[in-house]
Structure formats: C-alpha cells, structure tokens
C-alpha cells in the first residue's frame, strides 16, 4: 500500500523562511519544519496502522498538525498510540542524532537533535490540542464520555495557560525563557476555542 498524504502549507510559513532567510537564521526555521513533518508523519503511520487515514498534514509557523478521519476519536487506544507516536519520534530522533554528534561533530545534527529534543518534550504537556492533552483526552473518555472527557480536557488546557501565562511573560522579559513559549501558549488558548476537536 503506497503512503499518500497531502501537504498544506500556511501561506505565513513561506513568510517566516523569507524573513529567517534575511536574517540569516534560514537553516534552524528548515530544520524545524522538517523535525514537525517527520513529528506528523509518524502520527500519520500510526493512524493507519489502526486502519485510520489522515487527510492532510498542514504546516503553520508554530509548528504542524496532522488531520486525521474523525472516527479515530471514538477509538480511544487508537488515538492515545497515535497522538503518543509524535513525541516517541521526535525524542528517538534525538537520541540518535546525539549518539552521532561527537564522531562526526557536525553542528547541524546537534541542532536538529536538540529541535526535535524540545518538540517531542514540548507535546507530552498535557494541554489539548498537543499530543499530551490528547492522550489525557483518552484517558478520561473511558469513564466520562466523548464530549466530556473534551471538555474537562479543554478547561484543565484553559486553566493551566491562564495560571502560567503571567509568570511565563514576566521570565521572557528578564530573558529566562525564548519569546516563543507564552507565543506558542497563546496559540494553544486560541485552539481550544475551536468547535472541531
């Protein structure tokens, strides 16, 4: 069985290499883009090895998202393996690439080891919709139902974001912590507010 999928790239993606190209920063925003595609495909395989297909891979410039039929859902074992599948890749990845990195002392594999590093970690947070709060989701659907176990998910996402939200600015501006981290927060505050989780 061939592997199809489609790719959907955010118009805005194209605008951020622009711009990472100008500044010289090109080859970290590549290697970032091509750590979430390899994140997403191993999502995209895990789904279809439970029979589930994905509609599309879409690329943003905070990261990806793979768009899986939505009967896996209702499959609460499939979706935890499939949502869990992302950050084993990614963490796997960089294991490898760090067990490379001191014989062939190339910065790049070192780079790309510590991206996926910070997107496998980043996505076992157990905020919906990154793959943590998905598998959280799981968890809960077996006693409290579809629709609730989403919307505990979404208010434990909402409360946790409102809590740190704060402290988080706060350590951006005495430099702690990298600008992107209340971003990519942000980001997730607005995606609980969408209706088709």
Not at 56 to 78: H, K, Q, T, W, Y
Not at 125 to 134: C, S, T, V
Request: with cysteine.
């Amino acid at each position: 069985m061939a592997l199809m999928f489609n790719l959907k790239i955010h118009p805005a993606v194209y605008l951020l290499c622009f711009l990472s190209g100008l500044t010289g920063k090109f080859t970290p925003v590549l290697l970032s883009f091509c750590a979430v595609l390899l994140h997403e495909a191993a999502h995209l395989v895990t789904a279809l090895g439970f029979g589930y297909h994905t509609l599309c891979i879409e690329l943003f410039p905070f990261g990806g998202v793979a768009r899986m039929e939505a009967s896996l859902f209702n499959d609460p074992v499939a979706e935890a393996v499939t949502a869990f599948a992302g950050p084993l890749e990614s963490l796997t990845v960089a294991l490898l690439l760090w067990s490379f990195v001191p014989f062939l002392k190339l910065t790049v594999l070192e780079d790309f080891a510590r991206i996926n590093l910070g997107i496998g970690l980043f996505n076992l947070l157990p905020l919906f919709p990154l793959d943590g709060g998905r598998i959280l989701r799981s968890l809960l659907i077996r006693k409290q139902g579809y629709k609730r176990a989403t919307r505990l998910t979404l208010r434990w996402t909402r409360r946790v974001i409102f809590i740190t939200g704060l402290p988080l600015t706060a350590l951006v501006l005495k430099k702690v912590v990298p600008v992107h981290l209340p971003l990519l927060l942000f980001f997730l505050l607005l995606a609980t507010g969408e209706q088709n989780h």
